[in-house]
């Protein structure tokens, strides 16, 4: 099997497993605990809140460990929107995660927020100059994500986060696709907060981190025993954080080099597909992009059908966001890219990690195009 989705997920790292193991066993205590176990487990958490905020170029106390990129993004959006003395207005994009545009919407239905969206192009990317226009005295949060998890359009953060700067306009990016493949130092993207996940980089599910500039001011989504400096209640899940910042070591080892070859690998890809379907259509914009993300749409098709001609042929991809999965409407950020609801249901998405290499990409090519050949009743 060739596993070309890792946008949805990655396989746990052995490595991280090892890490975690001592603290889903011996270690096992609550970290708020005042005995030996609960020291332990506490001083384990204290490291892996370290490495992670080494990662992010930030403090310690600036990192809150969560259940994942969507809690993250729900904790940021709402939290900074509901805490910000303000006003009651958001701007986002229209190619958001779900995580980010279910709490805008949340904000406008149930507190009362106005939301505006800032138009993006063919290529994915957001139209700088209407985002700016659409800023006011009174927005309260703006949330750009860095890269896009369907079709891998890499936005130009730091620019957006520098218009918000001069505004004082808190700004969050979900960057839980770009984790691993492009540096996310805080400081040099110049945002107030930012969300990721540890299954996109080899650690379990259900960990993630939100970094929150200490200077802003969040309002918990979640009430109980004041965890995380009073920002996430809930008893910190130990082994996941020491898991996460086990994957952020070994993510950030060769993080250039991998991205380098992985940029490489990709356009031989991209270019041996759209030879094998001159039809087909990448999505998303050429250039900018991340380096293990390849997105098409094959007109004249249906998507779903070549995902199980490719699993067929031992090729594991997906149609788009996993999250969601099983709904029958198009991709909405296909619908905000320009494209059809018709040529939207086309899309097929293969996402990889550095452990992909260009000779197996290279093998996968020939696949699609025998699959799409397959599902239009065409044979070699």
């Known amino acids: ?63 809150v460990f969560t259940s994942g990129g969507t809690e993250a993004d729900n904790l940021a959006v709402k939290g900074i929107a509901i805490a910000s003395p303000r006003g009651r207005h958001i701007v986002t994009t229209p190619i958001e995660h779900e995580a980010v545009l279910a709490s805008v919407d949340y904000l406008a239905r149930q507190h009362g927020f106005t939301v505006d969206v800032a138009p993006v192009g063919r290529d994915g990317l957001v139209d700088v100059d209407a985002f700016a226009a659409l800023l006011r005295p009174d927005t309260t949060l703006a949330s750009v994500m860095l890269a896009n998890n369907e079709v891998g359009t890499v936005q130009p953060i730091a620019e957006l986060a520098a218009m918000t700067r001069e505004l004082r306009i808190p700004f969050h990016t979900d960057a839980v696709q770009a984790a691993g493949w492009l540096p996310l130092d805080v400081g040099s993207l110049g945002v107030d907060a930012l969300s990721v ?92 992009r991340l380096p293990g993300t390849a997105s098409f749409v094959f007109p004249g098709s249906n998507g779903e059908t070549i995902l199980l001609e490719l699993e067929r042929r031992g090729v594991v991809s997906s149609s788009g966001s996993a ?10 950020v296909l619908l905000a890219l320009g494209y059809d609801e018709d040529v939207a249901r086309t899309a097929v998405r293969f996402s990889w990690g550095p452990e992909v290499d260009a000779a197996t990409l290279a093998s996968v090519a020939p696949a699609v195009g025998d699959a799409v050949r397959e599902v239009a009743g065409l044979r070699r």
């Open 1 to 63: 099997m060739i596993y070309l989705d890792a946008a949805a997920t990655s396989a746990v790292r052995r490595e991280v497993l090892e890490a975690m193991w001592p603290y889903l066993t011996g270690d096992f205590g609550n970290p708020s605990s005042h005995h030996g176990v609960g020291e332990s487990a506490a001083r384990a958490l204290a490291d892996a809140r370290a490495t992670v905020a080494s990662w992010l170029g930030c403090r310690a106390s600036e990192v």
């Open 197 to 288: 996940s540890g299954h996109k980089l080899g650690a379990p599910k259900g960990i993630g981190a939100l970094y929150v500039r200490g200077r802003i001011p969040v309002e918990p989504v979640l009430h109980g025993g004041g965890q995380e400096r009073g920002r996430r209640s809930g008893t910190e899940n130990v082994a996941g954080a020491v898991g996460l910042a086990a994957a952020v070591r070994l993510a950030t080892e060769h993080q250039a080099a991998n991205a380098l070859a992985a940029t490489t690998a990709r356009d031989a890809f991209v270019a041996a597909v759209l030879a094998e379907v001159p039809d087909a259509r990448l999505t998303g914009h050429p250039s900018s």
């Open 323 to 332: 999250c969601a999965a099983g709904s029958e409407d198009a991709s909405h």
